[in-house]
């Protein structure tokens, strides 16, 4: 199948999930993964329609963003290192995976140097799997708390990287875990904090996501093939 043919039955798979679960189909986007994927394939996902594209480097999202310049959205869905947050807050949109105070301090910094405010998505790590980044789910609350004070980062939802699992019906619970924590949140009272953007779903179970209330989902193998 060709890119424009993978990105359309991703689409298809993402309105029929929402359509099940009883929500409207354009409250879910769609991230397209780049991580290891030239240009000219990039290009035809974007001639057939993709917007969002996720990056896991901030190197190699350099070159693709001069490409791209304008027509499309950048996030950021990798592990951040604190040094290379200069770059971030320059190059994306979004960034999905802010998992530690130290990290959201610097992010805010470096935004505040640039007079920008930058949306970030807080990474949780529901399972313990501690490779993966993110904050443990009881400290979800203080960190998205403390990163909502800081005025150039806005805090719009959660993000999160459970184990994976052939069958996709076992990772359900972790999806609906990150929906009621974020649930939990938002009836915190911290009128500093929204709890709009749920970051959950990949190729292999992004319409469990959908079911469970991701409102964007990072999709790369499904549309651009396996990865060398
Ligand atoms: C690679 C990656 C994805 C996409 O995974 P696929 O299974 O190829 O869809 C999503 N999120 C993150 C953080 C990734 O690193």
């Known amino acids: 199948m060709s890119i424009a043919e993978n990105l359309a039955r991703v689409k298809e798979r993402i309105v029929g999930a929402a359509l099940r679960a009883g929500r409207r189909p354009e409250t879910v986007k769609l991230v397209g993964v780049t991580k290891t994927v030239d240009l000219p394939r990039i290009e035809l996902a974007v001639e057939a329609g993709l917007e969002i594209l996720g990056e896991n480097y901030v190197q190699e ?20 290192q604190r040094n290379k947050a200069k770059y971030a807050v320059q190059l994306f949109d979004l960034i999905h995976t802010v998992d530690s105070l130290k990290l959201a301090e610097e992010i805010h910094r470096r935004a505040q140097a640039l007079g920008r405010v930058i949306p970030v998505l807080i990474q949780v790590d529901l399972a313990a799997q501690e490779t993966k980044g993110g904050v443990r789910p009881d400290e979800a609350l203080a960190l998205v708390t403390e990163a909502a004070r800081l005025g150039n980062l806005r805090v719009l939802g959660l993000m999160t990287m459970p184990p994976y699992f052939s069958d996709p019906e076992r990772v359900r619970p972790y999806f609906r875990r990150l929906r009621e924590l974020s649930e939990e949140i938002a009836a915190g009272g ?38 060398p």
Request: aromatic share 6%; charged share 30%; hydrophobic share 40%.
């Open 190 to 227: 911290h009128t500093e904090v929204e709890m709009t953007e749920l970051s959950m779903g990949m190729s292999g179970d992004l319409e469990v996501a959908v079911e469970e209330g991701a409102t964007l989902v990072r999709v790369g193998t499904a549309i651009f093939g396996e990865r």
């Open 61 to 80: 999202a350099q070159e693709k963003l001069r490409r791209f310049q304008g027509r499309v959205r950048w996030h950021f869905i990798g592990r951040l």
